[in-house]
């Protein structure tokens, strides 16, 4: 069964420093999302990518924060400069018809 | 503003009774429903949805019901089993738009 799959599982870094968070979303898929978690709060909706251009974001999606697919099949998600509050869970989705497929999520912890 | 809402944080049941986990929505344009489970450090995983236009959408031991009068949706797990404890996310969506999380009702089932 196809699924998505994100690298690496847990990213720790230093504030300021940039991260980039990987994700390949199953492949006839045409939507993708990211999303995070802090621990022990609800998943929280970061950014929608459509036709190669982002479709939606949310107000967390601030200027430190971009997404690309560079090759066709990886979707990446930056971090420019982290923060410590940038530290959670960011899972990857990818979607077909309403269903939305979660990668595992990279744990992010800013230090 | 939360558009959706799980009130209920927690809830512990005995195996082989009934798990009910409740949601609340605001926004009246959401017209997918989706039930999320999720286990620590794993990704949100898709469990059953139902259409703004049904009011039960039913799959083995789980049963979801829809009341959009009163713009609230409940699971029901039955017979509930140990393996079902869990976080259980209610997900709310537009025309395969993002997907607007509730908090999460952890269900822990009780040998």
């Known amino acids: 069964e196809p699924e998505v799959t994100q690298t690496p599982s847990h990213q720790v870094t230093q504030m300021g420093q940039e991260v980039i968070l990987r994700c390949v979303p199953i492949?006839?898929?045409?939507?993708f999302y990211w999303y995070r978690q802090i621990l022990g709060q609800k998943v929280e909706f970061l950014v929608s990518?459509?036709?190669?251009?982002?479709?939606?974001k949310s107000e967390i999606f601030d200027d430190q924060f971009s997404v690309e697919r560079p090759d066709g099949s990886n979707f990446t998600l930056k971090i420019r400069s982290t923060k410590l509050e940038d530290s959670a869970m960011y899972f990857c989705?990818?979607?077909?018809?309403?269903?939305?497929?979660f990668g595992p999520g990279t744990r992010l912890t800013v230090l | 503003d939360q558009q959706v809402k799980q009130n209920s944080p927690s809830l512990s049941v005995q195996e082989g009774r009934i798990s009910i986990l409740n949601c609340d929505y605001t926004?009246?344009?959401?017209?997918?429903f989706l039930w999320y489970k999720k286990y620590p450090a794993e990704g949100p995983t898709f469990l059953i949805s139902?259409?703004?236009?049904?009011d039960k959408n039913e799959d083995g031991r789980f049963t979801v019901f829809l009341n959009k009068s009163a713009k609230h949706l409940s699971l029901h797990i039955v017979p509930s089993q140990p393996g079902d404890s869990a976080v259980y996310f209610c997900?709310?969506?537009?025309?395969?738009?993002?997907?607007?999380f509730g908090d999460g009702t952890t269900l822990t089932v009780k040998p």
């Open positions: 989705a990818s979607i077909t018809g309403y269903e939305q497929f």
């Open positions: 492949s006839n898929h045409l939507y």
């Open positions: 990518f459509y036709n190669n251009e982002i479709s939606e």
């Open positions: 926004n009246s344009m959401f017209d997918y």
């Open positions: 139902i259409s703004s236009i049904k």
């Open positions: 997900a709310a969506t537009t025309n395969a738009g993002k997907s607007t």
